[in-house]
């Protein structure tokens, strides 16, 4: 080994690298907690804007997700945005949008209906187009559209959600007003009832005033066919 070398080697153990100036790394991660409370930020107002009534926009997912892709999904942004550590005021409305739209998609039924609608809405742009009903979203031919396909299928889906949803709010809007005639009609038929009662009991409590008054006039009666039959004699 030559003296160069052994020189240099102790040279460095003399003069070890120089660590960062103190306070660095504190500015590092206040930088880091700044950004992540940026994202989180930035994650509430993504929620906030998409379309309410459709969960996988919310959760960000696409609609082939499996229940697991979900449920993770949900833990994760359930943590990321908990109005406990995220400071946007809106937080916590955005918080509620998320536990519905992981109830919606966990619920089979539920999702059944969006899904439905969802693939109808798929179904109408691609008979629009004149394409299979099955033809995929990655298909060529929906590249290069404009608007692009996505923006459209999203479109489509976001009306025929609406109208379903409409349509939902005017059938528990009738079934509501149903039920109101039908409670109205049961309270008629019960006021009906008491009002009858109380007539039949109120016959019952003057009938002794009826029958004396019949008693009298009958009586009355007999006196003036007497008199008349003296008068005769």
């Known amino acids: 080994m030559s003296a160069e070398a052994s020189s240099s080697r102790s040279a460095r153990a003399k003069h070890p690298a120089s660590a ?7 500015v590092e991660k206040l930088l880091s907690r700044e950004a992540t409370a940026f994202q989180r930020e930035i994650e509430v107002e993504r929620i ?37 550590k995220n400071p946007h005021a809106r937080a916590p409305d955005a918080f509620e949008l998320l536990k519905q739209a992981e109830s919606q998609l966990s619920e089979k039924p539920k999702r059944e209906e969006i899904d439905a609608v969802i693939n109808q809405a798929r179904i109408v742009l691609l008979k629009g187009m004149q394409l299979p009903t099955t033809t995929p979203d990655n298909d060529p031919k929906l590249k290069g559209l404009n ?4 923006e459209q299928f999203l479109a489509k889906a976001k009306e025929l959600l609406i109208e379903e949803e409409v349509r939902r709010r005017k059938a528990i ?13 049961k309270e008629d038929e019960v006021t009906a009832r008491k009002r009858k009662a109380e007539e039949d ?16 006039f009958a009586q009355g009666k007999s006196k003036k066919k007497k008199q008349k039959v003296a008068i005769l004699g």
């Open 20 to 26: 960062p100036p103190a306070g660095i790394d504190d």
């Open 48 to 84: 906030l804007k998409a379309f309410k009534l459709n969960p996988y926009e919310i959760l960000d997912l696409q609609q082939d997700a499996s229940a697991d892709d979900i449920k993770k999904k949900y833990r994760q942004l359930s943590l990321f945005i908990h109005p406990d």
């Open 147 to 150: 608007p692009p396909w996505q």
């Open 173 to 185: 809007k009738m079934n509501l007003a149903n039920e109101g005639l039908e409670a109205k009609k």
């Open 201 to 216: 009991a109120q016959w019952e409590e003057t009938r002794e005033q009826r029958v004396g008054s019949w008693r009298s």
